[in-house]
């Protein structure tokens, strides 16, 4: 019995490491996301863009989380600069976003399938009942903190359970989601979550935010960063039937303001041409947001970040095109 506790402690250790690893990867010097200079097409030249062109899917994650990331979401979509956002269906404010979606028809907007609760104070449970999926209930009643202790305690069938049920949600509220992808990379936590989430999108016909791993470079890349990448993932994604990302990252940080939007120009200025997802988080300013996370100030420089002129010029002058996963599935579906 005691070699058997060890084992298991052991074991848990190993995935705490390789999944604290996993969830760090978007804050690693974002030039490792670079693509290898082997000349072939870019998934966004199989869409119709043109070659050697930059196309970027900046991505609001978080939507419905807290009034304050709606509002920023809901600023950024009024002014055309950023419509692609994913909304957090176990979240308090997620139906009155989704709401907001149905009348704003030009925004794009997805499910971004939540299986953790990662705040101390500020917490949610699963769309699905509790009894259903009680692999992903922690001991207070809610989704687990992190990623390793959702890996350690759900199985994939519970996994699946809770990620449909959040996607019904959104379209029995009345809106259809543009795409769907992963809060905090749980579903990339393990190859039977990989598979799951995978073939939900494929049976929705929903993109999911799956990254092209046929490069070596870029595969040996996520393994090192802790992915658990393993043969059996390639094949995954080298079959999956709907459209895949050149590359994906996340909007650095910065100690000011202007040192971030100066890392994001240097992370841009790094990209090979193709499609690459960036991701951020932005919401106003309020002592609540203050009182949910120790990250609010970023959120905030994020949520002028996109509306700066200085960026929106940066962006011409860099000749950068911005995508949403609505045009994406359009091309996809005249590309067949």
């Known amino acids: ?6 084992n298991l402690l052991t074991k848990t250790l190993c995935c705490r490491i390789s999944l604290v690893l996993l969830f760090s990867v978007c804050f690693l010097p974002h030039s490792a ?9 870019t998934n966004a030249e199989k869409l119709g863009f043109d070659k050697g062109k930059k196309i970027l899917l900046l991505h609001c994650d978080d939507a419905g989380m ?9 600023t950024y979509s009024l002014k055309e600069h950023i419509q692609s956002a994913a909304v957090m269906m176990p979240c ?3 139906s009155e976003m989704v709401e907001w979606a149905i009348n704003h028809p030009k925004a794009d907007i997805g499910v971004h399938l939540t299986l953790t609760s990662e705040w ?15 692999g992903l209930i922690d001991p207070e009643g809610k989704l687990w903190h992190d990623v390793p202790e959702v890996v350690m305690h759900a199985s994939a069938e519970e996994v ?20 769907i992808d992963t809060h905090m990379g749980t ?5 039977e979550y990989v598979k799951v989430f995978l073939e939900t999108a494929e049976e929705y016909n929903i993109p999911a935010n799956a990254i092209d791993l046929s490069d070596p470079e870029v595969r040996a890349f996520y393994q090192k960063a802790g992915y658990p990448i393993t043969d059996e993932v390639v094949e995954m994604l080298a079959g999956y039937k709907l459209p895949k990302l050149d590359n994906f990252g996340s909007v650095p940080g910065g100690k000011t303001y202007e040192e971030k939007r100066e890392n994001f120009f240097n992370l841009v200025n790094s990209l090979k041409p193709g ?4 991701i951020f988080h932005p919401s106003i300013e309020t002592e609540n947001l203050k009182s949910i996370t120790n990250s609010w100030q970023q959120r905030v420089w994020e949520a002028e970040m996109f509306s700066d002129p200085v960026v929106l010029e940066f962006f011409k002058t860099n000749h950068i095109q911005l995508t949403t996963w609505t045009e994406i599935m359009e091309r996809f579906e005249n590309s067949k």
């Open 1 to 6: 019995m005691k070699n058997n506790r060890n």
């Open 33 to 41: 996301f670079a693509q290898s200079a082997t000349e072939k097409q």
């Open 66 to 74: 807290c009034e304050e990331a709606n509002i920023a979401v809901q």
């Open 92 to 94: 308090p404010n997620a």
């Open 120 to 134: 101390k104070n500020y917490r949610w449970g699963p769309v699905t009942h509790p009894a259903k999926v009680p």
């Open 160 to 179: 699946k359970t809770e990620i449909r049920a959040q996607i019904d949600k959104m379209i029995n509220l009345g809106y259809r989601p543009s795409h």
């Open 187 to 191: 579903l990339y936590g393990s190859e």
């Open 275 to 278: 499609l690459t997802e960036i």
